[in-house]
């Protein structure tokens, strides 16, 4: 990974690089040197240690007697721009190497619940998030992925430096926790391997459930949230849709989901492995909150047995259609106003609601009755709520136990290593698709030159077209102009083919991304269209027409 030094750190990137000023820019000296990087939980690497890369600059001063002795001999002219000279000095990462694609981090296998729950942030919110994270110096396109289990960031980056850099201090801006602290907890991947992630992901391969499915429904409302949103961009946006493309065709091909529970399965599990099993069907039974988690527990619970439940909830509709559903359980309904009174005569209580505030605290829960010993004398809290509902100070409470997601681990390991071979066909089919997204990403990279070809041959096309015309005189038909105009397209469409069908690498055929790569860069030298450098200048300008707003 390149970093430039921060001899340029001091200077805006946007002012260095749109500079018009006739002024002499000193000549630079780069130093590249590399060194192990550290290996810890702040960095997460497939395939083996990372190398760090680092350029350091030394600017040499010009005197009035001239440059100073100790620059090279191949001291470039003064004269030249500052954006030349990045380019030609390769310290200029933006043209040397294309944007990448950067997951930031933090999931139940990295940080715990109580720094998840900070950084979590509500589906209405993405698209604000999203804005804001494009607002930063570095970064071109974003997404969030924030659920029970994780709070997960993909960015398109200008800079992989630069960019981690921004995105975790708008995470400790955001949420309050210490940059040093999310780093800690936090993990980074970078373009193959966060590909692979996310895909593992919608797959259900890193949930604390091996082969859940409600992962692959929030990776699609990523997607669905995201349409218009500007900065859910063509790379992250072909992320998250070839995502989905995986889960669906993992879930397809294997057994990887057969017999899996979920979370919210997994709670009622725990709840029943810490009551007697003699009251599994007699325990009275509180859920709170009748969403998509809270539903699923009610299934579960019904598929242990229960037969009677009491659900408290904002509104009686969705309860009304669970009722519906499940014709043979009784299912009362509460309204949030009575939650507490009916905590008072509840031996489990379930909570999963997406409340940001707590509703049980060690004072409301102080004054509830005590449970009956046939049920084991202790009222279980099992709470699935990222932000925590019931906050932590409920166990201090007598004959109260507290029990959250990260608790789950505790029922997930039963069947974990079953499943784990189940994940090996898995591997395969997301190794296949992780390298269809590479290809389709790589033919990315000559669409600039596809778009400034084009540009050049219709321009070349319209000037002789109009001497054409010009000669012919006045008197042509419309009919005449249209078959002229016809003909000059033709075959300039017909002249182009060859070119594009070498610049596109889509994996539909033999051809390499070398060989793509290479016919790119001879087409911008023989036809001058310096793509490389308007691409640079069309997002600094655009990043910095952003900021001035």
Same mark, same amino acid.
């Given at each position: 990974?390149?970093?430039?030094?921060?001899?340029?750190?001091?200077?805006?990137?946007?002012?260095?690089?749109?500079?018009? #000023?006739?002024?002499?820019?000193?000549?630079?000296?780069?130093?590249?040197?590399?060194? $192990?990087?550290?290996?810890?939980?702040?960095?997460?690497?497939r395939?083996?240690?990372?190398?760090?890369?680092?350029v350091?600059?030394?600017?040499?001063?010009?005197?009035?007697?001239?440059?100073?002795?100790?620059?090279?001999?191949?001291s470039?002219?003064?004269?030249?721009?500052?954006?030349?000279?990045?380019?030609?000095?390769?310290?200029?990462?933006?043209?040397?190497?294309?944007?990448?694609?950067? /997951?930031?981090?933090?999931?139940?296998?990295?940080?715990?619940?109580?720094?998840?729950e900070?950084?979590?942030?509500?589906?209405?919110?993405?698209?604000?998030?999203?804005?804001?994270?494009c607002?930063?110096?570095h970064?071109?396109?974003?997404a969030?992925?924030?659920?029970?289990?994780?709070?997960?960031?993909y960015?398109?980056a200008?800079?992989?430096?630069?960019?981690?850099k921004?995105?975790?201090?708008?995470? #400790?801006?955001?949420?309050?926790?210490p940059?040093?602290?999310?780093?800690e907890?936090?993990?980074?991947?970078?373009?193959?391997?966060?590909?692979?992630?996310?895909?593992?992901?919608?797959?259900?391969?890193d949930?604390l /459930?091996?082969g859940?499915?409600?992962?692959l429904?929030?990776?699609?409302?990523?997607?669905?949230?995201?349409?218009g949103?500007?900065?859910?961009g063509r790379?992250?946006?072909?992320l998250?849709?070839?995502?989905?493309?995986?889960?669906?065709?993992v879930?397809?091909?294997?057994?990887?989901?057969?017999?899996?529970?979920?979370?919210? #399965?997994?709670? /009622?599990e725990l709840?029943?492995?810490?009551l007697?099993?003699?009251?599994?069907?007699?325990?009275?039974?509180?859920?709170?909150?009748?969403?998509?988690?809270?539903?699923?527990?009610?299934?579960?619970?019904?598929?242990?047995?229960?037969?009677?439940?009491v659900?408290v909830?904002?509104s009686?509709?969705?309860?009304?259609?669970?009722?519906?559903?499940l014709?043979?359980?009784?299912?009362?309904?509460?309204?949030?106003?009575?939650?507490? *009174?009916?905590?008072?005569?509840?031996?489990?209580?379930?909570?999963?609601?997406?409340?940001d505030?707590?509703?049980?605290?060690?004072e409301? /829960?102080?004054?509830?009755p005590?449970?009956?010993?046939?049920?084991g004398?202790?009222?279980?809290?099992?709470?699935?709520?990222v932000?925590r509902?019931v906050?932590?100070?409920?166990a201090?409470v007598?004959?109260?136990?507290?029990?959250?997601?990260?608790?789950?681990?505790?029922?997930?390991?039963?069947?974990?290593?079953?499943?784990?071979?189940?994940a090996?066909?898995?591997?395969?089919i997301?190794?296949?698709?992780?390298?269809?997204?590479?290809?389709?990403?790589?033919?990315?990279?000559?669409?600039?030159?596809?778009?400034? @070809?084009?540009?050049?041959?219709?321009?070349?096309?319209?000037?002789?077209?109009?001497?054409?015309?010009?000669?012919?005189g006045?008197d042509?038909?419309?009919?005449?102009k249209?078959?002229?105009?016809?003909?000059?397209?033709?075959?300039?469409?017909?002249?182009?083919?060859?070119?594009?069908?070498? @610049?596109?690498?889509?994996?539909?055929?033999?051809?390499t991304?070398?060989?793509?790569?290479?016919?790119?860069h001879?087409?911008?030298?023989?036809?001058?269209l310096? *793509?490389?450098?308007?691409?640079?200048?069309?997002?600094?300008?655009?990043?910095?027409? $952003?900021?001035?707003?």
């Amino acid at each position: 990974m390149m970093a430039v030094s921060s001899a340029f750190g001091g200077a805006k990137l946007e002012t260095l690089l749109l500079s018009n #000023s006739a002024a002499a820019v000193p000549p630079c000296q780069i130093r590249v040197f590399c060194k $192990q990087a550290r290996t810890g939980r702040a960095l997460i690497r497939r395939g083996g240690p990372a190398i760090r890369c680092e350029v350091a600059s030394d600017v040499l001063v010009q005197t009035a007697g001239g440059i100073d002795q100790n620059a090279s001999s191949d001291s470039r002219s003064p004269s030249l721009s500052a954006l030349e000279q990045l380019k030609t000095s390769a310290a200029d990462r933006y043209t040397k190497e294309r944007s990448s694609i950067v /997951v930031i981090g933090l999931s139940i296998h990295t940080a715990p619940v109580e720094m998840r729950e900070k950084l979590a942030i509500p589906e209405a919110e993405w698209p604000r998030a999203i804005a804001e994270l494009c607002g930063l110096n570095h970064i071109e396109e974003a997404a969030v992925l924030s659920t029970c289990n994780r709070m997960e960031i993909y960015v398109v980056a200008l800079s992989q430096h630069r960019g981690v850099k921004e995105v975790t201090e708008w995470m #400790s801006k955001t949420s309050g926790i210490p940059v040093s602290e999310i780093c800690e907890h936090r993990f980074l991947l970078y373009n193959k391997d966060a590909t692979q992630h996310l895909f593992e992901v919608s797959a259900g391969l890193d949930s604390l /459930v091996l082969g859940e499915g409600q992962i692959l429904a929030q990776v699609k409302q990523v997607v669905k949230v995201g349409q218009g949103v500007t900065g859910f961009g063509r790379n992250i946006s072909g992320l998250f849709k070839h995502a989905i493309t995986v889960g669906k065709r993992v879930r397809t091909e294997t057994n990887i989901a057969s017999g899996a529970v979920s979370v919210s #399965s997994a709670a /009622v599990e725990l709840a029943l492995m810490k009551l007697p099993q003699s009251c599994h069907h007699s325990a009275k039974m509180l859920v709170v909150g009748a969403g998509k988690m809270g539903k699923l527990v009610i299934k579960h619970l019904v598929a242990k047995g229960c037969t009677k439940m009491v659900v408290v909830n904002r509104s009686e509709e969705r309860v009304s259609a669970i009722r519906d559903e499940l014709k043979d359980v009784e299912i009362i309904y509460k309204p949030l106003s009575e939650m507490l *009174t009916c905590a008072f005569e509840a031996d489990v209580i379930f909570t999963s609601t997406a409340s940001d505030t707590l509703l049980f605290t060690k004072e409301n /829960v102080h004054d509830l009755p005590p449970v009956s010993q046939e049920v084991g004398g202790l009222r279980l809290f099992v709470d699935i709520s990222v932000p925590r509902n019931v906050g932590t100070c409920v166990a201090d409470v007598e004959n109260s136990r507290v029990y959250n997601v990260d608790d789950l681990k505790e029922v997930v390991a039963a069947n974990k290593e079953d499943r784990i071979r189940k994940a090996m066909e898995a591997q395969e089919i997301i190794g296949e698709e992780s390298k269809q997204f590479e290809a389709w990403r790589d033919s990315l990279e000559t669409v600039p030159t596809i778009k400034k @070809l084009r540009a050049y041959a219709e321009r070349v096309r319209v000037a002789e077209l109009e001497k054409c015309l010009s000669k012919m005189g006045d008197d042509i038909s419309k009919k005449t102009k249209r078959a002229v105009d016809d003909l000059s397209r033709g075959i300039v469409n017909k002249l182009l083919h060859g070119p594009m069908q070498h @610049l596109r690498c889509d994996g539909s055929d033999s051809r390499t991304l070398d060989e793509t790569l290479e016919n790119m860069h001879a087409l911008n030298r023989m036809f001058s269209l310096e *793509t490389e450098i308007s691409v640079l200048e069309q997002k600094i300008r655009a990043k910095v027409e $952003q900021n001035q707003k």
